[in-house]
């Protein structure tokens, strides 16, 4: 083997040790078990406390349950004998203990709150803020946007966070460890008001005398030494903010450690208007010291030596890392009013066993069909696709957990489409061998010039999907942001394995002379189809499809085609006497019929069923069943229970209003991701090609959003969470068949291929026929899957992505290439070398 080869080899290995480590252990241990293994030391104090934990434990217990389990296990007990860890400056070292075997103990596939349930956190807008304003509404979305915002940052991925009634707010997150259950409630909780008072300049000498002065109170101020003991002295400060300069001026937060002390600090940064106040407050109050008040407790009060016109301060105290960066976090992101917790609850999956167990179905059978699909097809060379293919998954599953990333059943669902459409750059790679074998050339030199030559067409391909999935990634939040990151790895991941590994392949078989003749098989050969003959029926067809979709579906439906992730529903709570599986419960659900407006509508899938119960409680009779509806349609879903399930003794317990997942915030954040995604593929293929080729690639991108929404609600659906992941992979797939079909325009423009533009674009298109048929193929094979053994809980996210699928492939050719030979006029583009002497019409086969 060459030198490069064994270099690329050890980094390929390197690679794929590497991710099959992140993903160890996949699933989660038994606590007592971990705790038993991590734990030495052990002496006749140590025998009890595992006794105790063995007799509580069960395997079924969910995480947190085991967790409390064990806690009251160990009882008083010091756990600090038992365990090696450093617990340094914990307030509850048996609690840091406990968290840190919980940690160790979770798998590293952390699944979402469809698949594994989780927790759910009730909270209330304080009552004494609620009395002072008149607008709730604003005061609550606020709330919940800040909210969302700080979980995001702490990396709580894919919680749901909604309006609950008119001042309550429900957050439900996927199974977290005990401690950082806790630590996440601190954080939602803690409002963050940052206010900067003046110390009086006579404050010792007043309170020595034991006197107070007007508008002042005292306050401690603690300095901790080196040494490890702290100094308290109290402080007469102002109790309103100087000139009202609070957090809400801060634009910026960040951290860094002192670099005498190594203790971390807190920085901030000041908008315009905040620096202004800033400066001003510094420069009337030179000599005297500013209290910096953190929630009404006294952080720090340094002096103001000299006027501050920067705009920018610190804060310091005795913080631990983290806890400086949940602080500077929520600083960023200041709450207006104080949150108040009202009940913490475990939540089932929102999903059934046989839910879950047909998604699963769909997921193999369309990995398998696809890998089954290139072996047939490719033979030899489709075993090298498989084994690209697999090491795929694995990279791709292994960097998702080394990110924390939560798997979701879309979100799968979304993997397994990646899939199918990552064995695209395996196959422009092999159409391009098997035309370089058709034009006599060996087969080391056909391998040779068959990767070359479709590296570009990989990389342009490749880099406007990236272009697209960095942006949502920066602008993007909740959903949107998390299938920007599923959509970068898979890009990278199948870029890696296409021409690392299976290059790698080849050249071990052609080196050692394994590999004689590469066999393949024809699905379309030597075609020499006029496509853009029918540009114009196809045009006028476009026109009348976008009329339907757009008046038929989005402007006729309006508000009916959105779904309870974007509108609110109905929240049903539900006592029982027998529980009934959620995936059996559904299918009756779905069905239900109810009236709006006089009108009947029928439930369909946009309901979400779920089964709680407090947390600390393990009787069965805590346990409540909740089901979230559309709006008006809880008197039907009850009576549906009650008929349906007549001796389970489902009696309605409560009912409310719960706002939208998707916030506005969410959506807007959204919008500018995608218009700003487009902007970038816009310039990035004007750079690569020319304006005309990057203006039709965005106005095809734009059709076929807009064509598969307005389609998919033209035929009874309605606007999801799941479906914003299904359109965004649409736009993934249009983009990248496009830029494939007009890279081979520009190879022929500048090879100088004889004929009119016409001409042109229409052998391009014949020779990427293959690879078209071929990816939609696989793509289509994944949804198709997705669809028959899926169920209904992803039938809408399949069906909309068979809808973008289909639109895609089709807008390529009678859209994208229609605009550029339109834009040009039928005239050959600058970029077009001199003509050849090889002549091609529509009439002349081409291979």
Known sequence: MKRNNTTRAIVILLVLAWAIFEMQPPTDRPLVEVFDQQASNKDAAYAPI???????????????????????????NDLTKFFNFSTKGEKDPNKAILGRVQREAAGQFKLGLDLQGGSSVLVALS????????????????????????????????????ADGDNRILIQMPGLAENDLAQIIDVVTKPAVLEFRIVHPRSDELLAQGLMAPGYQSMVDTRNLDDGTSIRT??????????????????????????????????FRFNTEGAGLFAGVTEENVGNRLAIVLDGELYSAPNINEPIRGGSGEISGDFSLKEAYQLANVLENPLETKLEILEMELIDPSL???????????????????????????????VMANVALLLNIIILLGVMCSLDATFTLPGIAG???????????????????????????????????GYDK???TIFDSNITTLIASSILIYLGSGPVKGFGVTLTIGVCASMFTALVVTRLLFDFLLERDILKNLKMLYLVKGTSIDFLGFAKPAAIMSVVVLAIGLGGGIVMQGKKALGVDFLGGDAITYTFDKRVDVSVLRPILEKTAYKVNGKEEVVGGDIAIQYQKSLGDAAVHSERLIVTAPVDSGDAITAALKAGFPDSGFEEQLKRQVGAVIGSEILKSAIEAIVLALFGILFYVALRFEFSFSVAAV???????????????????????????????????????TIVIFDRIREDLKLGVRGTFHDVINKAVNQTLARTIITSGTTLISVLSLVIFGGGVINDFATTLLIGIVVGTYSSIYVASAIVLWWHKGERPKMAGPESAAVYSAAEPTA
């Open 50 to 76: 595992i006794a105790a934990a063995k007799a509580s434990f069960s395997p079924t217990n969910a995480p947190s349950v085991q967790y409390r389990s064990l806690r009251e296990a160990v009882g008083t």
């Open 127 to 162: 009552s004494n803020k609620v009395a002072q304003v008149s607008d709730t509404a604003s005061l609550q979305e606020q709330a919940i946007e800040v909210l969302r915002v700080r979980l995001d940052k702490f990396g709580v991925a894919e919680p749901v966070i909604r």
């Open 234 to 267: 109290n402080l007469l400060v102002k109790v309103k903010p100087e000139r009202g300069l609070t957090g809400k001026y801060i634009e910026r937060a960040g951290v860094y450690r002192d670099p005498i002390t190594m203790q971390p600090r807190i920085t």
């Open 352 to 382: 059934g066993k046989d839910s879950i167990r047909s998604g699963a179905t769909a997921v193999i059978v369309g990995i398998v069909a696809v890998a089954l699909f290139m072996l047939a097809y490719y033979m030899v060379s489709g």
């Open 415 to 449: 993997i397994v489409l990646t899939i199918g459409m990552a064995v695209d750059a395996n196959v422009l790679i092999y159409e391009r061998i098997r035309e370089e074998l058709a034009e006599g050339k060996s087969l080391r030199g056909a391998v040779n010039a």
């Open 454 to 456: 479709a590296w570009s």
């Open 699 to 737: 106005i095809a991108v734009i059709h076929d959003v807009v064509v598969t929404l307005g389609l998919y609600i033209l035929i009874g659906g309605q606007i999801s969470a799941p479906i914003v992941a299904a359109l965004l992979t649409v736009i993934g797939f249009s983009i990248n068949d």
